[in-house]
């Protein structure tokens, strides 16, 4: 197995168009590395250059020690998996799985055991003999992964693998994938544009937008510590809240004021910034950091709120409401089952939970 090392890549087209700039990212061997982003940011363009499927123009890629801007991707020792599956429909399971090894003139009786130990492994092995118009979508998709396994590559890339399924076969595939990286100790990349799915699956996430890489970190870190505003509102769901609000100070007491809502506020949490009175931030508040204050702490800070629409999903409810003119959102929890659209509400504020954005660079104030 190997990394992969991307070096200052960019990618533009013929009109000018930065699909991908100045990229640097270091993919450690047997990591499992999501790149995820809103539609165009440039993550599927990435792995299509990993895998060399798209030349690069500017910058290094390399895969374990050896450079591999030029070398075609039949050599690259790579398999991709793609969102649509790309199997032959002329041939059965067994013949998609076998394809590629016949192509490297391996022994029948290696190619045998490998495609029946792939088969076996990814619960294939009663589907050997139809043809993939004879699968359900889940099975095509199983079958997409055993012909990558078959080949035992260096480095596993997935481009939207799940995209095609119904919910329950994103969430039983998604476990299968993991378990599959487990027992390989492989190296997968993994594009994906539904957070949900980078912040379950990744060891490490990086966040793209317009073709620039934002941040790469844990989920947990990305969670709570993300680099801007745009990584604080793509990562999470419900998505993050955010209030435009002004620094006051009284009596040697911060706090931020805005909208009809005053929020206390530490030095800690200004960081490094040499911001004073007046100066202004876009808060960012998570969902489940709005509390129901019937089931607060005592003296929490509390809002006044108006209910407009409810959601239970179960285990929890997210509650839109408005402040002011503002729109805000509050994961509760089923004690919370009572409110509805129309009623006035208090909401107790984590306020010690609270991230702090540069209006004008959109930079967190104290990453």
Not at 19 to 25: E, G, H, N, P, W
Not at 114 to 136: F, K, N
Not at 279 to 304: C, I, M, Q
Not at 338 to 345: A, C, F, K, L, S
Request: aromatic share 6%; glycine share 8%; charged share 25%.
């Amino acid at each position: 197995m190997a990394g992969v090392e991307l070096e200052r890549v960019t990618k533009t087209y013929k009109n000018g168009q930065d699909a991908v700039r100045d990229l640097s990212l270091e993919i450690h061997d047997g990591e499992f590395m999501v790149l995820v982003g809103p539609s165009g940011c440039g993550k599927s363009t990435t792995l299509r250059m990993v895998a060399g499927l798209e030349t690069i123009t500017a910058g290094t890629i390399r895969i374990g020690t050896r450079v591999v801007n030029d070398v075609e991707p039949k050599d690259r020792d790579v398999a991709m998996v793609f969102q649509s599956y790309a199997l032959y429909p002329h041939m059965t399971v067994y013949d998609n799985l076998a394809f590629g090894l016949r192509r490297q003139r391996q022994a029948k009786a290696d190619v045998d055991r490998r495609v029946t130990d792939t088969a076996r492994a990814l619960g294939l092995d009663g589907l050997l003999r139809r043809r993939p118009a004879e699968l359900s979508g889940g099975q095509r998709q199983r079958v997409a992964l055993g012909r990558a396994i078959v080949r035992d590559p260096q480095v596993f890339l997935m481009d939207e693998p799940l995209s095609n399924l119904d919910a329950l076969l994103r969430v039983e595939t998604r476990f299968e994938i993991l378990k599959l990286h487990q027992r390989l100790a492989a190296t997968f990349i993994y594009v994906t544009h539904d957070q949900v799915e980078a912040m379950t699956m990744g060891d490490r996430i990086a966040v793209m937008r317009g073709g620039v890489l934002q941040q790469v970190d844990t989920p947990g870190r990305l969670y709570e510590r993300p680099a801007n505003r745009f990584v604080a509102g793509f990562i999470g769901s419900p998505r993050m809240n955010f209030l435009d609000m002004e620094l006051s100070e009284v009596d040697g007491e911060l706090r931020l004021l805005g909208n009809t809502v005053a929020l206390p506020l530490t030095r800690a949490q200004l960081g490094a910034s040499k911001a004073g009175r007046g100066a202004r931030f876009v808060v960012g508040l998570r969902p489940e950091h709005l509390l129901d204050h019937r089931y607060a702490s005592n003296g929490a800070t509390t809002v006044s709120a108006w209910v407009e629409v409810v959601e239970t999903l179960g285990s929890e409810i997210h509650v839109h409401v408005r402040v002011g003119d503002q729109p805000l959102v509050a994961r509760m929890d089923p004690r919370s089952a009572d409110v509805r659209p129309g009623q006035e509400i208090r909401l107790a504020v984590d306020h010690r939970r609270l991230q702090l954005f540069d209006p004008e660079t959109e930079q967190a104030v104290a990453a």
